[in-house]
Every structure is written in structure tokens, then in C-alpha cells.
């Protein structure tokens, strides 16, 4: 069923799918329903002058009484922990030799007339059975596959973005743990040592001068120096560990395989082309005829390979200019064509050789429907080939992101532990030497120099631990850093101004970073957007954030939501509306602003609140 360019593997995929789970389904009672009606409708009424409604009973009958048997075939290889194709066969084979043995007995019940031998409706309904029920699984295989690997990227996505997310939070806790730790236990001690210098000043006290260096010593060895190293040698406990995510997945029917489908109408005719031999085979041996048998099956050859592989690179350059819809119309028009004149010529055939010519118009019927499950079936398997090459980029790209995360946690980590370690212990060092020297002598005289040394050493240390906190980045960074967490989920681009990015100050920069990363969140997890854009731009004395997604977009409803009912109130101006057919959040920020803002996408009516 594939041609030169479907899946490379095609021989595992068609074992997993007549053996596997999807081998039988709804589609296996509901597609060769219709095809046996379609049958009998257009063959064995016109041809063997059966009634129509008697026949259209006898059917639909037949097709119930299968259903225990479809359950159990289903039950069976579904208990298999891996797909077997020999069970799955096995199983056609008895619904085909069911069918047959059902149409024998119910038949004289519901029109008492003549009827092909018991052995003839068996053969018949096996081949029948073998020929068609392993084109709709692997057509509902390739379809359910492709559906399930298309949710497992989404869920990769998000379960990376979570864990990504969840780590620089935690490191920004940890972080601010550490530096709470050194405000409390080192700067305001040595703020308080250096209101302290005042009084050895004014008084000249020795003994305040050696209390001042011993607390100097006891602030390096005690606290200092077991900061430092546990910065630098003990590792963060900080792990990006993509947890299972509880968000469904996006809608995703099969609109992208159809999709697929109609650039390739000729996609797999060789195995259609195979099976229409062998139904004129079964069919026409009735006739009894090696001469018709033998010119139809060339005829088949012709008509359902040769031509198809000739016209095949014209047709798909043609239908590549159409829209999905024209294209399948024009599809279902091509297949139409080709079996009303494989009838065509069979019934001239027929006649040539038997003196009857049939038009057995159920062969087109059964042509259209085998072509269009072929189409299907190899687009679904070349679209999830297509994923998993995705999946296989994204979770190399989220790899990368957690790798150079944690690089940058311990980068952040040892750069404050190399600050205390040197910078800090350093400047403690030098002001208690200093207080030493002067203890030693207690020249009033040097005293005045002595204070300045040592009030220029405690302000090194205040000054070395001023270092940029990195949740206080520039505007860019922050946005810069929001997007990339969502790399690979979501498509997403920015724009930010020059203007707005000198404006920003390190609150407005985080809190632009928060609605951005909690717009794009919702956008993906409620919205199921695949395409985000972010615009941040300085109008006057504010910073506007505009989030554009395409995703579902709100709904009729009143209920604003925690991040945005909590914007209104905190004053920041916001809107949420659909333009366009997308989804825009529009959030303004003065200059300067407060705390940091979270927003969840509310999925309600459009409203600004001023």
C-alpha cells in the first residue's frame, strides 16, 4: 500500500495493525456494512434477480449476527501484549467463514430462492473478509496512532515546560533563601559593626576595638566561610524531572491526515490494484471461463496499477494547488473513472467471451472505498513517521534547556559562593587585621585612619554581595527566557521594543515575564493554540504586553478568572478579546510598577478594566 514515498516500514506497521489493537473496531461492522449493501445492490439484485428490500434484510441481518463474534475477535487481540498478525487473520478468516454460513441459513428464511452453493458463499466471504478488513485497520491504526503520538507531543511539551518552570521557581526560592541568609547573617551584622566603629571612634576602647575583630573572625569562620562552600561544593537538590501532566490533550481528529491524504490520491495503488485481481478472480470464476479470468486480471493490472503508476506524479503535482476538499472531491472522481471503466471493459470482456455481459457496478463502489482507506492509511503512517521525528527534536531541544537551566543554577550558585568565599571573607579579614593593629598600639593618633580602613573594608562587603539577582534581569531576557521554556510545545515569536526595554525596571521586566509565561500557559492548556506571539512595546508611560494565540479562544462567561480579577484590582489596566480569529491578552504596566501580577487566560466575554 505504499509507494515511494510512505513509510519506510511499512511491513511492521501492517503486522501491528491486523494483529494488533485497532485490528478490529467499529469501523470493521460499519465500513463492510455499507460495502455489502452497496454490493448487493448494485451486483446481486441486477445480476441474479433477487428482490432489493429482502436482500437489503438479509444484510443487516447477517451483519448483526457477526457482532458476538466481532466482540470476541476484539476481546482476544486485545489480551495480546504484542500485536499478532497470525491471530488477527485467523480472526478475519472465521467472520469471513461466519458470514458466509449465516447468509446459507438465513437466506432461505427471509427469500426462498435460489442461491450459490455453500461452498462458493464460504470462499467468497473469507476472501471478501481477508481483502477488506485489513484495509480499514490499517487505516484506523495509522489514524490512532498518529492521534496518540500527536498527544504525547503536546503532553512532552507541556510536562517539559512544567518541569522547567517548577525548577526556576524552586531556584528562585533557594536563591532567595541564601540571600536572606547572607542579608540577615552577614550584612546586617557587618551594618551593625560599622554603626559600632562610631563608638570605638569616640571613646578610643580597645577592648571595643578587639570585641570588634573577634566578631569580625567568628562572622568569616562561622557563617562566611560554610556559606561559601556550600555553594560551591555541595550541588543544588534542584532537578528538572518532567512529571506525568494532567491537561488533556489538544482536539486532534483526523483532519491533519486527511489533510495529508489529499496531496497523494494515488498513494498505495499497487495493494489496491492486488486486491481488485483477486475479487475478479473469486468473482468471475462463476463463469467458469481461464480465457476471461486471465484477460481481466491483465485488465486489472492495466487499469488499477499500470495507469495510476504513469499519471501518479502528474496527478499529485495537480491536487497539490487544491484545497484538502476539492481535493478529495476530485479524488473520489478519479477512482469513480477508473472502476467505471474497469466495468466497463469487464462486462465487454464478458460478453465477448460468454455471451453475458454484467456491469458489476459494487466493484467500483468497493474500488473508491479500498483507495480511500489506502490513501489514508499510508498518510496517517507518514504523518506519525513525520511526529516522531518532532518528538524526537523536542525532547533533544527540552534536554538541551534543562542542561543549560542547571548549568546556570550552579553558575548562580558558585558566583554568590566564590563572592563570599573571597570578596567578602577578604574584606572581614582586612578589617579585623586592621582593628588588631590598632589594638596592639592604641595610638589615638592612627585611630581616625584606622576606622576609615576598616569602614572601607565593611563597605567591600556590602558592595560584593550587591550582585545581580538573576530573577532581576533586563525586560528582553526575562521575555527571552519565558518563551524558550515553551520551546518545541508551541511556536512562539516576540517583538520588544529598544524603548521599553531601557524603560523597564527589574519589577516591570519580572512582572512582564510573569503575564507572558502565565498568558502562554493558558493559551496552550485551555486555548490548545499552536502559535503564540508576544508584542512588547513602551506607549507613553506604560509598557504594553500584547499576547496573541490562536487557539479556541474564551467563551460566554462571567467568571474572570484569579489572574486577571486580581489585575483589575492591582490597577493594571487588561483586555482579552478576539481579533482576527485570534486571541488577544492586553495587559499595560506603568512605569514604575509593583509586585509581580500572575494572569491565567479567562475563557469569558472581552472586557477591559481600567
Not at 38 to 45: G, H, N, P, Q, R
Not at 539 to 555: F, N, Q
Request: with cysteine; proline share 5%; aromatic share 6%.
Amino acid at each position: 500500500m505504499a509507494d515511494a514515498r510512505g513509510p519506510e516500514a511499512l511491513t511492521p506497521a501492517w503486522r501491528a495493525a491486523v494483529g494488533g489493537r485497532h485490528a478490529l473496531s467499529v469501523w470493521s461492522w460499519l465500513l463492510p456494512t455499507a460495502a455489502a449493501l452497496a454490493f448487493t445492490t448494485l451486483f446481486e439484485v441486477p445480476a441474479f434477480g433477487y428482490r432489493l428490500w429482502p436482500r437489503v434484510v438479509l444484510v443487516l441481518c447477517v451483519q448483526v449476527l457477526l457482532i458476538p463474534l466481532m466482540v470476541l475477535g476484539y476481546a482476544l487481540l486485545r489480551r495480546q501484549a504484542l500485536p499478532n498478525p497470525v491471530l488477527g487473520l485467523s480472526v478475519f478468516v472465521a467472520l469471513g467463514l461466519a458470514r458466509g454460513l449465516a447468509v446459507d441459513g438465513v437466506a432461505p428464511l427471509i427469500e426462498p430462492v435460489a442461491r450459490d452453493s455453500l461452498a462458493y458463499q464460504l470462499a467468497l466471504n473469507v476472501t471478501y473478509a481477508l481483502l477488506t478488513l485489513p484495509f480499514i485497520a490499517l487505516a484506523v491504526d495509522s489514524v490512532r496512532r498518529y492521534r496518540d503520538l500527536r498527544a504525547r507531543v503536546h503532553d512532552e511539551g507541556l510536562r517539559w515546560q512544567s518541569a522547567l518552570k517548577e525548577a526556576e521557581s524552586e531556584f528562585a526560592l533557594e536563591y532567595a533563601r541564601y540571600r536572606e541568609k547572607v542579608d540577615h547573617e552577614v550584612v546586617a551584622r557587618v551594618v551593625h559593626l560599622h554603626d559600632e566603629l562610631a563608638s570605638v571612634a569616640r571613646e578610643a576602647a580597645g577592648a571595643g576595638a578587639v570585641a570588634g575583630a573577634e566578631e569580625l573572625r567568628r562572622l568569616s569562620a562561622e557563617v562566611v566561610r560554610p556559606l561559601s562552600h556550600e555553594l560551591i561544593l555541595e550541588p543544588t537538590s534542584i532537578e528538572v524531572i518532567p512529571a506525568p501532566f494532567s491537561a488533556p490533550p489538544p482536539h486532534l481528529g483526523v483532519r491533519d491526515i486527511l489533510r495529508e491524504a489529499s496531496r497523494w490520491p494515488l498513494a498505495g495503488h499497487w495493494g489496491v490494484c492486488a486486491v481488485m485481481g483477486l475479487l475478479g478472480l473469486v468473482g468471475l470464476s462463476l463463469y467458469g471461463s481461464s480465457t476471461l479470468l486471465a484477460l481481466n486480471l491483465g485488465w486489472d493490472i492495466v487499469i488499477f496499477g499500470l495507469i495510476p503508476a504513469a499519471v501518479a506524479p502528474t496527478i499529485n503535482a495537480l491536487w497539490a494547488r487544491m484545497s484538502p476538499a476539492w481535493a478529495w472531491i476530485a479524488s473520489v472522481a478519479l477512482w469513480l473513472a477508473f472502476g467505471v471503466v474497469a466495468v466497463a471493459v469487464t462486462a465487454v470482456l464478458m460478453a465477448w467471451i460468454t455471451g453475458r455481459g454484467n456491469a458489476f457496478w459494487g466493484v467500483t463502489v468497493a474500488y473508491i472505498v479500498l483507495c480511500a482507506l489506502s490513501v489514508v492509511a499510508v498518510a496517517g503512517y507518514r504523518r506519525e513517521r513525520a511526529l516522531e521525528a518532532e518528538l524526537t527534536g523536542l525532547l533533544t531541544r527540552q534536554e538541551a534547556l534543562a542542561s543549560r537551566l542547571m548549568q546556570r543554577i550552579g553558575r548562580e550558585r558558585r558566583d554568590l559562593g566564590l563572592v563570599l568565599h573571597g570578596s567578602v571573607q577578604s574584606s572581614l579579614t582586612r578589617a579585623a587585621l586592621a582593628l588588631d593593629r590598632w589594638g596592639a598600639t592604641l595610638d589615638p593618633e592612627t585611630l581616625p585612619a584606622v576606622i576609615a580602613e576598616v569602614r572601607v573594608a565593611l563597605e567591600g562587603v556590602v558592595s560584593a554581595l550587591d550582585v545581580r539577582d538573576p530573577l532581576h534581569a533586563g525586560l528582553e531576557v526575562v521575555v527571552r527566557d519565558r518563551l524558550r521554556l515553551w520551546e518545541g510545545a508551541v511556536d512562539c515569536r516576540a517583538a520588544i521594543s529598544t524603548e521599553a526595554t531601557a524603560a523597564a525596571d527589574s519589577a516591570v521586566a519580572h512582572a512582564v515575564g510573569e503575564i507572558v509565561g502565565e498568558a502562554i500557559t493558558n493559551a496552550v492548556r485551555h486555548g490548545h493554540a499552536e502559535t503564540v506571539e508576544v508584542d512588547v512595546a513602551l506607549e507613553g508611560d506604560w509598557i504594553s504586553v500584547r499576547v496573541w494565540d490562536d487557539g479556541l479562544g474564551p467563551v460566554d462567561t462571567r467568571d474572570l478568572g484569579a489572574g486577571l480579577g486580581t489585575l483589575g484590582r492591582a490597577g493594571f489596566s487588561w483586555s482579552l478579546e478576539r481579533v482576527g480569529g485570534r486571541t488577544l491578552l492586553t495587559v499595560r504596566l506603568g512605569l514604575p510598577r509593583g509586585p509581580v501580577m500572575e494572569t491565567e487566560q479567562w475563557e469569558g466575554p472581552a472586557t477591559v478594566i481600567a
